[in-house]
Every structure is written in structure tokens, then in C-alpha cells.
Nanobody, 122 residues
Framework: QVQLVESGGGLVQPGGSLRLSCKVSGFSVDDRAIGWFRQAPGKEREGVGCLSDGSTSYADSVKGRATISRDFAKNTVYLQMSSLKPEDTAVYYC?????????????????WGRGTQVTVSS
């Protein structure tokens, strides 16, 4: 059974860092692209970054502050965020796709997990 479970969110002060985890089961993390997305209150869901075929790409809003990595032994993909800003406050999600990541609107409502809440506030 294919399942992705996000975790690692929390409350962090502006300028702080956080590492989010996407635990994958049902396939290997190197078999598919893994995308990170987020949805802030009252806003549309947006892409944060994508890990595909060993390469990463990031949205302009997080470029230089976000790093996606994977641990094959744990079958987990991570999103490391630093220099966090209040506008990074959102629910963060991960999704698997093939061969690459698509825009959030390409995925059905039933494809999204519960996500993990990140709140950046002093």
C-alpha cells in the first residue's frame, strides 16, 4: 500500500529552522519523484520543491532556504527549511509522482495526506 506521512512541523520563531519528514511506504524513495507543497490559510496550495531522479528544484519563495534530501535506509524524504519567515506558515504536504512533480492543481483531493503544520511566529 502506497502511503506518505508528513511529520516534523511545529512552532518556530522567525529566522529559525525546521526539518520536515515524509515517510514513504509501498515503494522506494528513488522510484518516484517526491514533491513538497504547502497551503497557507486562505491561500491556494503551492509547490515548495521537488526531488526527481536525484535532482532538486525549488520555488523562488524558498530558494536558498530550503533543501530536499532523502534517506534510503529510512525510506524518507526530508525538507529542511532555514531562515523561516512568518509567510512560511502553512500546512506542508508531500506527494509522490512519476516521472516528475506537477503543479498542485494536477492532483485530486483524495491524493493529499494530512500534512504537517508549520507556524512561524514570535
Amino acid at each position: 500500500q502506497v502511503q506518505l506521512v508528513e511529520s516534523g512541523g511545529g512552532l518556530v520563531q522567525p529566522g529559525g529552522s525546521l526539518r520536515l519528514s515524509c515517510k514513504v511506504s509501498g515503494f522506494s524513495v528513488d522510484d518516484r519523484a517526491i514533491g513538497w507543497f504547502r497551503q497557507a490559510p486562505g491561500k491556494e496550495r503551492e509547490g515548495v520543491g521537488c526531488l526527481s531522479d536525484g535532482s532538486t528544484s525549488y520555488a523562488d519563495s524558498v530558494k536558498g532556504r530550503a533543501t530536499i534530501s532523502r534517506d534510503f535506509a529510512k525510506n524518507t524524504v526530508y525538507l529542511q527549511m532555514s531562515s523561516l519567515k512568518p509567510e512560511d506558515t502553512a500546512v506542508y504536504y508531500c506527494l509522490a509522482d512519476y516521472p516528475g512533480c506537477r503543479a498542485p492543481g494536477a492532483y485530486g483531493n483524495d491524493q493529499w495526506g494530512r500534512g504537517t503544520q508549520v507556524t512561524v511566529s514570535s
